[in-house]
């Protein structure tokens, strides 16, 4: 039995699985956000204590010793440990706004895109450069107390271990600190944020990703565990997506648009990142946008419509919503992929008395649509496609998101960044695993041939209306 840990953002879960890949049980346990103006922080005990939970549930429901397990987990903010592995300040989340005036500094003063150049990063507020600059002006006892600051998955992988110092992996250090060619961390980007005096405080980068044995609760003691990578790209190995052109489009509460590549091109509008893998030459274009699953439910619950209802309403009305048109950039922190705009604010148009609710939900969903189009596009999108993530779970949103994408969609469902680590993990310790087993697509959803073709020209269309938009932002 092989076990995959994802320690998420709002939930934590553990997922078993048998040899050919399926799921044989699943535990989560919600963890809390706290929000204070522009803050987001999360108590890291509580966070390791629902890992821990998890696991217990899942091993003690599971009928077979665990073989071997995998760790991932969100991205980006700051997780500051003592040289005991402890806690010096709540974590700094991915989601934090805080260091936006810094970002907004970088962006009108070149800093943003030299970085871009360097490492392939495009920093936003709740990546750890912004965030540690921030801290070290506002918070220097923090970081003075601190030993390292490390991402989420580091700090459970060293508490389930006993580890007695930090690490991370590729996966995790490259945004925004690591130069992609050299897979080590770039000095100079260190010095271009003012971080030099804090540089002991980036945990060293194991490559390949790191391993050990278990000797804390939730897993049997000696359990061999490997620690990565995060959650974007155990979402693509999760979902067979590691050849050249390949996409995966993670439907959530953001859209995360991800493309395997071996090309490194640093040219072009700075958005998104690159992710280094565990092979070399090998990267993952992403395109970590805002918009997601979050516009819609501000739309449903604005107009009163229940998630069940959805499937309905997008057969009321037609493509194109009677002319109802919505450029979904809800994001208070405005869109950062595949371009960063953050003053960008959410538009409707076309709207009249004779607009239906069924025409807001099919208009959003299409501008939901034509976003990712837009990021899969930037990422350089060339091959198949798969999809996972909340959006999934409604048939009639993934016939829609078919057709405005004009491509088949290989809908991948259950803990795909469970399955992910576990793979990653299996690899790292030579685990032999029918890879092609584990990635199977759930169902694959053809584009109606009709639609696409007009989809194809409304997508021009959105693009020109973004364009003014954007205009507008900057006015």
Not at 7 to 32: H, I, N, Y
Not at 123 to 129: D, L, S, V, Y
Not at 187 to 209: C, F, K, Q, W, Y
Not at 371 to 397: D, I, K, M
């Amino acid at each position: 039995m092989y076990v995959g840990i994802d320690v998420g953002t709002s939930t934590v879960k553990a997922a078993a699985f048998d040899a050919q890949g399926r799921e044989l049980t699943v535990a989560a346990r919600p963890v809390a956000l706290a929000l204070h103006t522009g803050t987001v922080e999360q108590d890291m005990d509580e966070v390791y204590n629902a890992v821990v939970a998890v696991l217990d549930e899942v091993t003690e429901r599971a009928p077979h010793p665990v073989e071997l397990a995998g760790l991932t987990g969100q991205g980006d903010g700051v997780w500051l440990l003592d040289a005991q592995g402890r806690p010096v300040r709540p974590a700094a989340s991915w989601m934090d706004g805080r260091a936006h005036e810094l970002v907004d500094r970088w962006l009108a003063d070149g800093t943003f895109e030299t970085v871009f150049r360097r490492t392939g990063s495009a920093m936003f507020p709740g990546c750890p450069g912004p965030l540690l600059a921030w801290l070290d002006s506002h918070e220097p006892k923090a970081l003075d107390e601190a030993s390292a600051a490390v991402y989420c998955k580091d700090m459970v992988f060293q508490r389930l271990t006993g580890r007695p110092h930090a690490t991370t992996d590729v996966s995790d250090a490259s945004m925004p600190f690591l130069d992609p060619r050299t897979r080590m961390y770039d000095n100079g980007v260190v010095e271009l944020l003012g971080l030099t005096h804090r540089r002991g405080l980036l945990a060293p980068v194991s490559d390949p990703i790191p391993t050990a044995r278990t000797r804390a609760a939730g897993l049997p003691p000696g359990t061999r565990i490997a620690n990565g990578p995060y959650d974007l790209p155990a979402c693509a190995l999760g979902a067979g997506v590691t050849a050249p052109g390949d996409g995966l489009l993670i439907v959530g509460t953001c859209l995360a648009s991800l493309v395997a590549t071996t090309d490194l091109d640093l040219t072009g509008e700075p958005a998104g990142l690159y992710i280094n893998t565990d092979r070399p030459g090998h990267w993952l274009r992403a395109m970590p946008a805002m918009v997601g699953t979050a516009a819609l439910d501000w739309v449903l619950s604005t107009t009163g419509v229940r998630h069940e209802e959805v499937d309905d309403l997008l057969a009321e009305t037609p493509p194109g919503a009677n002319g109802v048109r919505v450029l979904p950039y809800f994001a208070p922190s405005g869109e950062r992929a595949p371009f960063v705009e953050p003053r960008l604010r959410a538009e409707l148009t076309g709207v009249s008395l004779e607009s239906t609710k069924a025409d807001l939900v099919r208009a959003t969903c299409e501008g939901i649509g034509f976003a990712a189009r837009h990021c899969l596009e930037a990422a350089g999108l060339t091959g198949s496609l798969a999809v996972c993530g909340g959006g999934t779970r409604s048939p009639a949103w993934m016939r829609l998101l078919a057709d405005v994408l004009g491509r088949p969609l290989r809908v991948v469902e259950g803990e795909v960044g469970a399955r992910g680590a576990v793979l990653a993990a299996a690899e790292r310790f030579g685990v032999d695993l029918d890879v092609a087993a584990w990635t199977e697509p759930t169902v694959v959803v053809e584009p109606d041939a009709v639609r696409a073709v007009y989809y194809a020209d409304t997508y021009d269309d959105h693009l020109a209306r973004l364009a003014q938009a954007r205009h507008r932002a900057r006015a």
